[in-house]
Structure formats: C-alpha cells, structure tokens
C-alpha cells in the first residue's frame, strides 16, 4: 500500500477537528444499502451525500451512515433523514443528481424537495 | 446487478452483518477468469441455513433470514460458465473457528459476463458504512496487483480518527485509483 506517511500528514492535520466535531450531528442521512438498494443503485448516491456533504461544509451537523432493507424495495434507492424534533423524510427513487439537489436545498437550505418524497409517489 | 462489484459490496455487507472482525476480499485475474473470494470470521451458518441460502425458493423462515444476495452471485457465475461455491463454519464446544467463505469464477470471454466495475468504489463504500471493523482487499491480474489492509491505516490512524472521515476515504479512494491505473499493465 502507498504513502502511509501521506496518510500520518492528514492524520496530524485532523487531530483537533474531530475531537471538535464529536457528538455533534444532530442530522442523520441514512441510506439503504441492502440487495435491492445496492442492485437500483444505491451506491453511488451514498457517494454522492458523502462528497457533497463535504463540500458544502456540512460535515460537524450531519451524519451520513447506511442500513439495511427498509422494507420498500420497490421505491429504492430510498435515504431517510433524521433531525430532531422534526418529523423524518423519506426520500425515494434517488440518483446522485437529486442527492445533490437535497444536500443543497434540504441539507443546507433546510428545505424538504416534496416531489422526491414518498408521499409524492402514492 | 450491473456490475459484479455491486455483487461485492452486497456479499460483503452479509460478512459484516455475521460480526465478522475482518473480511478478506480477494480477486484473481488473468486473460480469461476471474475467481472472487470473499472471506470473512464472522459467527457463520448452520447446515440448515446454509443448504438453503443459494436456492431463492427454499426457506424454513418465519421472519426474514435469508436473501438474494448470494443466488444472484451464483446466477452471475453460472450464466458464464462458472461456479459459485460456499461453506461456513459456527463455533463449537469442539473448535472456535467460525466463519463463511464464498468463492465465485468466472469466465471473462463469456457474452454474459458481468464486468467487475468500481470495484475501488465498493471498498470506500464499505469503509464508510463499518468503519470499525477491517477488511482486507486484493485484486492480482497476473503478477500485477492492487492491495488494501485497512488495519494498516488503522494502526497509523490510532484510535482517535475514525476510518470514514472525508479526508481518510478520499484517500483510500485516491491509493486504489493509483494502484489501480497499473494492474492492467503487463
């Protein structure tokens, strides 16, 4: 494996921010990473939150983590997401394109995109 | 799936779920196969459970347990002339080994080859979502290859940092990439 060293240099850069940063999400992205997630293309849009979530600063409020079969396979790639006090939006039907959208206007804006939503589709 | 590294990602998500504390995924390539082992030390399957988790249409469950993961890596395997196989091992009075071992080849040339895809992709991913726990990756293509031990980064990481911080995968990304831009090289 290459560059180890470069690896000890970003570790020394890092220290102190996330000793900062621990405990402080309070919003969760979940995105569902079972067989049928991954098979309607899960994996790229969990790429997509995780580098926009980055670049948009907003790592220190929000979590980005992966479960399991939700249990609407049909609607996948679905990503929930959780803040609290407020009710959770499920998201459905994602690509990297509108997971970009949501970091923009939901993540950052706090602005639910009600037509990628569940309640859209039914 | 459209790429057999989805299929990875989907295997090795079962490993992590049995608890495996490290999960080896290996590929060996030349002109014409691919052999894809995916091992883990995870607490492993009954004979029961195991005799039945290829076949989508056998179950002795009440609740879920188990899914399709693996029949669709069969499928993949046999529609190009290849194989899958698999055996589990659960601890014992006996022995305290455990664990599961998939193995799958393939045959490149085939017209229903899946190709492998971002394979690169699927370790960060799995990075990202178990940070906690290691996997270890190996893809040969004749005597060219690309290696990944995240018990290496974790040791030079110590415990403070964990493993699916931005700037760790976008490295772990970026050591695979550049491995990867070689391994076709001959």
């Known amino acids: 494996m290459k560059s180890l060293a470069e690896l000890q240099a970003i570790k020394d850069r890092m220290k102190d921010k996330v000793v900062l940063r621990e405990g402080t999400n309070s919003v969760r992205v979940v995105i569902g990473m079972a067989t049928c997630g991954i098979a309607a293309g899960a994996r790229p849009v969990l790429n997509k939150f995780v580098e926009e979530v980055n670049a948009k600063g907003l790592a220190d409020t929000v979590a980005v983590s992966q479960t399991g079969c939700i249990g609407i396979c049909q609607f996948e790639p679905v990503v929930e997401i959780f803040e609290a006090g407020k009710e959770k939006v499920t998201y459905v039907k994602m690509t990297p394109e509108k997971a970009s959208e949501v970091v923009e206007k939901h993540l950052k804006g706090g602005k639910v995109i009600a037509e990628y939503t569940i309640a859209a589709q039914q | ?186």
């Open chain 2, 1 to 186: 799936m459209k790429e057999l590294s989805l299929n990875i990602l989907d295997i090795a998500e079962n490993s992590v779920k049995a608890n495996a504390t490290l999960t080896q995924i290996i590929l060996k390539e030349d002109a014409d196969t691919v052999t894809l082992s995916i091992i883990d030390d995870g607490k492993g399957m009954s004979e029961e459970i195991l005799r039945g988790v290829v076949d989508p249409f056998y179950t002795t469950r009440t609740t879920r347990k188990v899914g399709l993961g693996l029949p669709l890596l069969k499928m993949a395997a046999e529609q190009t002339g290849g194989e899958m196989k698999i055996s589990s091992k659960q601890a014992t009075d006996e022995s305290k080994e455990h664990g599961t071992s998939v193995t799958a080849t393939f045959n490149k040339n085939h017209l229903d080859f899946t190709p492998l895809g971002d394979v690169a992709s699927t370790i960060v991913t799995l990075i990202q979502g178990h940070p906690d726990t290691d996997f270890y990756f190996e893809h040969t293509y004749l005597q060219n290859s690309v290696n990944f031990d995240s018990r290496e980064v974790r040791q030079v990481l110590g415990p403070e940092i964990p493993l699916n911080e931005y700037e760790i995968l976008e490295w772990i990304s970026n050591t695979l990439e550049e491995q990867y831009k070689n391994l076709y090289k001959v």
